[in-house]
């Protein structure tokens, strides 16, 4: 019942949970890119014509959620509120894992992403981000005479 | 004090899973929960209450475009699940959930029987 009081198991609970959040990472070659147990967690997926951003970021108020682009950079930031009571005497909080507070996540684009032509919808807390790719940088298959 | 949401570890190896984020609080009323659960539609998700534990699980779908590679990933498995144990001052009958925006919500209610109750000292 009281497991979690023992200071040896809480320690080999929050390195558990480290390394789970390492192998969920896995290897990173961004600069940016580095922020393994940062909310929101991303997912970043290509196909020829778009880059597709996902942001898991539940309990957002859409409206809220700023996305930018700026020198080839997507930045998302906003803020999280929690859904904790004030501290007072007749409530406890056991446990206390979900983020709240202000968050923010950059991730460097690829050079042939156009900042003019880009969509964001939020949909069961996940944020898409769609870009597309500029047409000059699209492959085009080229006949030969 | 009677914490009666200790952590179980996963021992369902069969699927790989993500173990959602919790926030939990106890007041006289019950146990609230709260979840993360980013990219679960209602319809996938499953919670459920077996003897003495609750089981919360969902399925992420992403709407993702035929021919799509991924160049980087955070979000490996597309699978949710975590269980905990329900104390006997519970009442599993009537657990109210909401869900929205990938939040769930969890309400457990304390049996009227274990609901607190202050006692008059009488002075003789």
């Known amino acids: 019942m009281y497991r979690t009081l023992f200071p040896g198991d809480l320690f080999a609970e929050f390195e558990r949970f480290q390394r789970e959040a390492q192998r969920l990472a896995g290897p990173s070659t961004s600069l940016r890119g580095l922020g393994r147990t940062g909310f929101p967690a991303l997912n970043v997926g290509g196909t020829a014509d778009s880059i597709e951003i996902y942001a898991f970021a539940p309990g957002l108020d859409p409206a809220k959620i700023d996305v930018s682009i700026e020198r080839g950079v997507l930045t998302l930031s906003g803020e999280r509120r929690s859904d904790l009571p004030p501290e007072n005497e007749s409530t406890t909080t056991h446990v206390k894992e979900r983020f709240a507070g202000r968050f923010s996540r950059a991730i460097s684009l690829s050079d042939d992403a156009d900042p003019n032509r880009v969509t964001a919808k939020y949909r069961d807390g996940v944020l898409q981000v769609s870009i597309k790719r500029s047409e000059a940088a699209q492959r085009r298959q080229i006949t030969v005479q | ?124």
């Open chain 2, 1 to 124: 004090m009677n914490n009666s949401t200790n952590k179980e570890l996963q021992t369902d190896r069969d699927v790989p899973s993500i173990m959602p984020s919790v926030d939990v609080i106890e007041d006289a009323s019950g146990i609230t929960l709260y979840a993360d659960l980013p990219g679960v539609s209602k319809d996938k998700l499953n919670v459920r209450v077996e003897a003495d534990s609750l089981t919360i699980e969902g399925e992420l779908a992403l709407t993702l475009d035929q021919g799509m590679e991924a160049r980087y990933v955070e979000i490996q498995v597309p699978h949710f699940k975590r269980s905990f144990t329900l104390g006997k001052e519970l009442d599993p009958e009537k657990v109210a959930a909401e869900f929205r925006d990938g939040v769930l919500k969890l309400h457990v209610p304390k049996t009227e029987r274990a609901k607190p109750r202050r006692i008059e000292v009488q002075v003789a």
